[in-house]
């Protein structure tokens, strides 16, 4: 068994935009897949609204996930053969919603995220700022409590990084939507509510104003 969150207390605030950051190979995107109820802890809880999500079995955990959680990878696992419109319809259609009730909550996503004119366009044929946008779009679309972003512009230049967590926190706003985004970079981790460190499999308060 390899050890790699101990003793480790988080507590998500609903509407926040909190940032984790921390060393490579620290256990950042486990504590997110813990988090998002794709890895089962050895011990320990993950409550949710006062529930134990593991405490269930593995066809709550798909529910629940699919329900309640959004997931925004770094290399965005857009699939290749589909237009951006249909990548950002898959999360509704996997939950058997109407096709057009999909289609029309896709285009809404989409237009919000930037995408409106790119939406019949497959990953091809879009820039890496652009597919990020997609992945966005398409971590919201079943309207999720919690949206959990694995490093999200490890991908981008600054300028796409920048405006991709302007996105967010625009979103954010607009929704209420609570986002925990994983980073390397203090630029990005600057613009967030609040930012944890991971050491040692411990969750630390990082000062906001240390980060740059």
């Known amino acids: 068994i390899i050890h790699v969150l101990s003793e480790t207390y988080l507590k998500?605030?609903?509407?926040?935009?909190?940032?984790?950051?921390g060393a490579s190979g620290v256990g950042k995107s486990t504590l997110l897949h813990v988090l998002g109820g794709l890895?089962?802890?050895?011990?320990?809880?993950?409550?949710?609204?006062?529930?134990?999500?593991?405490?269930?079995?593995?066809?709550?955990l798909e529910k629940f996930r699919n329900i309640h959680i959004g997931f925004v990878f770094q290399f965005f696992n857009l699939l290749p053969d589909f237009t951006a419109i249909?990548?950002?319809m898959?999360?509704?259609?996997?939950?058997?919603k109407k096709v057009s009730i999909a289609k029309?909550?896709?285009?809404?996503l989409l237009s919000e995220v930037g995408m409106k004119d790119r939406m019949n366009h497959k990953p091809g044929e879009l820039?890496?700022?652009?597919?990020?946008?997609?992945?966005?779009a398409r971590g919201l679309?079943?309207?999720?409590?919690?949206?959990l972003a694995d490093e999200p512009t490890g991908n981008l230049d600054a300028y796409a990084s920048d405006q991709l967590i302007e996105l967010i926190r625009r979103l954010n706003k607009e929704f209420n939507q609570t986002f925990v985004l994983v980073t390397h970079s203090q630029r990005v981790a600057g613009q967030l509510d609040r930012?944890?460190?991971?050491?040692?499999?411990?969750v630390n308060s990082v000062n906001q104003s240390l980060v740059i």
């Open 90 to 96: 898959f999360p509704a259609l996997i939950q058997n």
């Open 141 to 147: 679309m079943n309207q999720p409590d919690l949206l």
């Open 39 to 60: 890895d089962k802890p050895v011990k320990g809880q993950v409550l949710f609204k006062e529930e134990n999500i593991y405490k269930q079995g593995n066809s709550f």
């Open 104 to 108: 029309e909550r896709a285009e809404y």
């Open 86 to 88: 249909e990548n950002t």
């Open 195 to 202: 930012v944890l460190e991971l050491i040692d499999g411990n």
């Open 12 to 21: 998500v605030f609903s509407g926040e935009v909190l940032g984790i950051v």
């Open 127 to 136: 820039s890496g700022g652009e597919s990020q946008r997609v992945a966005l």
